[in-house]
């Protein structure tokens, strides 16, 4: 399995609230993703990362911050959490830009209440 | 906003059958379509992929076909088992850098 890790895994939080999820390479690939799945959206992607400080938008990125100060870290931020974000986080990493596979990590399981 | 529309929603298939899930895009930004499995509480994994100098990519019991004038894809499962049983995505590069994935299949193959 490609060295990725999610933390944390589960969370539970209230509507308002800031919560950050990390995710973390051991594999020094150049691009990382987060994604979130919901039921009959399949993936869809919230930000994406190209190198250490350089991010740009996904589809679904209203909400929703990145920071990426190292390659093996990619942070993702929701500055106030809404019930909409209630879903199953997947982070991503590719060696390529979308031409490459992509391994994804293990998803931490959100829940805003 | 462009999308991968992928379709049938879920897939019920008897053992040894065949499972056939299809994919269709409007443009992309090169030619990369792969197809991904997920099981339950673990993140998708790359299970097939083609890169369309080739219209069909065979790999074991899973074939991609490609039709790149009707800009659609199909993943075939040959000689269907249980543990093929999960949720399948296929995607496409429709903008530089990124993968479109589309809306998912959960197969289901009954013994």
């Known amino acids: 399995d490609a060295g990725i890790t999610q933390s944390p895994r589960h969370k539970v939080t209230e509507t308002g609230t800031p919560v950050t999820l990390r995710c973390h390479q051991t594999?020094?690939?150049?691009?990382m993703y987060w994604y979130r799945q919901d039921p009959g959206h399949g993936l869809r992607l919230i930000h994406y990362?190209?190198?250490?400080?350089?991010?740009d938008k996904g589809e679904v990125s209203d909400g929703y911050s990145v920071s990426r100060s190292k390659t093996e870290d990619f942070l993702l931020t929701l500055e106030s959490a809404t019930s909409s974000q209630t879903s199953v986080y997947f982070c991503?990493?590719?060696?390529?830009?979308?031409?490459?596979?992509?391994?994804f990590g293990p998803g931490t399981r959100l829940t805003v209440l | 906003q462009q999308q991968v529309k992928q379709s049938p929603q879920s897939l019920i298939v008897q053992k040894g059958g065949i499972s056939i899930i299809n994919c269709a895009y409007e443009?992309?930004?090169?030619?990369?379509f792969p197809w991904y499995q997920q099981f339950p509480g673990k993140g998708p994994a790359l299970l097939i992929a083609?890169?369309?100098?080739?219209s069909e990519k065979k790999e074991g019991r899973f074939t991609i076909s490609f039709n790149k004038s009707a800009k659609q894809f199909s993943l075939h499962i040959m000689d269907s088992q249980p543990g093929d049983s999960a949720t399948y995505f296929c995607?496409?590069?429709?903008?530089?850098?990124?993968?479109?994935f589309g809306g998912g299949t959960r197969l289901m193959v009954k013994p």
């Open positions: 991503a990493i590719s060696e390529s830009s979308g031409g490459g596979e992509q391994f």
């Open positions: 594999e020094n690939h150049r691009y």
């Open positions: 990362s190209y190198g250490v400080k350089d991010t």
């Open positions: 443009n992309t930004a090169f030619d990369y």
């Open positions: 083609i890169r369309p100098d080739v």
């Open positions: 995607a496409a590069p429709l903008v530089t850098n990124m993968l479109t």
